[in-house]
């Protein structure tokens, strides 16, 4: 082998180890872009739970007063009446239809349901 082909293959090989080493750039790169979005995903995670945490007390604590209270129609069932005396049914089987000017019992029935 002469010294022109040997001068060759070492020019290859730099020209290869140049090629691995912006390849090698690159994959630190995206491997910086994914701890960062790693850690930013974690810090989201974190506040989430914390949030998801705080509003099931919350809502904890807002069932205990209600259960404690006994339980008392709310603004959705006076919404219900209200388009009950408005000539609305409010049973399940024909929710939302008008009454024909007299009492339906599957309605009256939801009534004494929450009592």
């Known amino acids: 082998m002469g010294n022109r082909e040997i001068f060759d293959q070492v020019s290859d090989m730099e020209k290869q180890i140049g090629e691995l080493y912006e390849q090698l750039g690159d994959l630190k790169g995206r491997l910086s872009d994914l701890l960062e979005e790693n850690h930013r995903l974690a810090v989201e995670n974190h506040n989430l739970r914390n949030h998801l945490d705080h509003t099931e007390a919350v809502a904890e604590k807002s069932s205990q ?5 006994g339980s008392l129609p709310g603004e959705g069932y006076d919404n219900l009446a209200r388009l009950y005396e ?7 089987l024909e929710f939302g239809s008008p009454r024909r000017n007299e009492d339906c019992i599957f309605c009256l029935d939801f009534f004494d349901k929450t009592k």
């Open 86 to 92: 408005e000539g609305f049914h409010i049973c399940n």
């Open 65 to 69: 007063k209600d259960s404690a209270k």
